[in-house]
């Protein structure tokens, strides 16, 4: 359970009070006007928090300067392609569950490489990583706030080979900070969308929209939204 600061004593006495009579009871409960307050969200409320400028990474052949926690991407099973690029990885992954983030979400991203040989350690001029954080909250009737999640897209680009396209490594979205109040589930998923080519064949630029998509569930409402946004090989990261 999330503790609210600024809460008075006798506020706090009321919730405890409200929680531990759905614990416990038998039969039907019957909510009062605060409880019903406190269950229902108000609003919800997305913030950009911090993004970062791109930064050269000088990796060529031997990269022996990349960072050496970036995974190869599976190649045995593609999502699709266009042209000369083979998009790999993941289509949809679980980001938060029952309000937790997943356990699994390191290990998802998505990749946009050249289908003739889609190694990036054997391709040049990664920049990165780009990073983009926002902030999504949820405040109920009575003004607390009652869902918190900070996530982050990020990835790398501008990978060529051959000295030719801006390719990307590894976007991914990912979150390690979600909390919600008693009462309360959030779930979130990231899911890839919209492949395309954003520059000519012999010299291809990669695009795709990541959307993220959230829903809070409680006694007495649901709500649901979503975030995209778009990815481009040259490093270009818009809001959708």
């Known amino acids: 359970m999330r503790s609210f600061k600024g ?23 019957t909510f009062s006007a605060f409880e019903k307050d406190f269950l229902t969200i108000d609003k919800i409320s997305l913030t950009e928090t ?23 991407p599976k190649i045995d099973n593609p999502i699709g ?4 690029i083979i998009y790999i990885g993941e289509q949809l992954w679980k980001i938060v569950e029952a ?14 490489l050249p289908k003739e040989n889609p190694d990036w350690t054997q391709m040049s001029y990664w920049q990165g990583p780009l990073i983009k954080s926002y902030h999504l909250e949820a405040v109920n009737n009575l003004g607390f706030k009652v869902v918190s999640m900070d996530y982050k897209v990020m990835g790398y680009y501008g990978g ?23 009462g309360y589930d959030l779930r979130a998923t990231a899911e890839l969308q919209d492949l ?41 990261l818009r809001d959708l």
Request: net charge neutral.
């Open 7 to 29: 809460i008075s004593g006798l506020l706090a006495l009321t919730l405890s009070t409200f929680i531990a009579s759905i614990s416990f009871a038998e039969g039907p409960k």
């Open 50 to 72: 911090s993004s970062t400028s791109p930064v050269a990474i000088p990796c060529y052949v031997n990269i022996k300067n990349c960072p050496t926690t970036t995974p190869q």
């Open 81 to 84: 392609s266009i042209g000369n």
């Open 99 to 112: 309000g937790k983030p997943s356990a699994h979400i390191v290990s998802n991203s998505v990749s946009a």
């Open 160 to 182: 060529k080979w051959k000295d030719k396209g801006q390719y990307l490594l590894n976007l991914t979205v990912i979150t390690d900070n979600a909390s919600v109040a008693w």
């Open 196 to 236: 395309v080519n954003t520059a000519d064949e012999n010299n291809p630029v990669p695009g795709c929209t990541l959307q993220m998509k959230w829903r809070i569930d409680s006694f007495f409402k649901h709500d649901e939204g979503s975030h995209s946004i778009f990815v481009k090989g040259d490093g270009t």
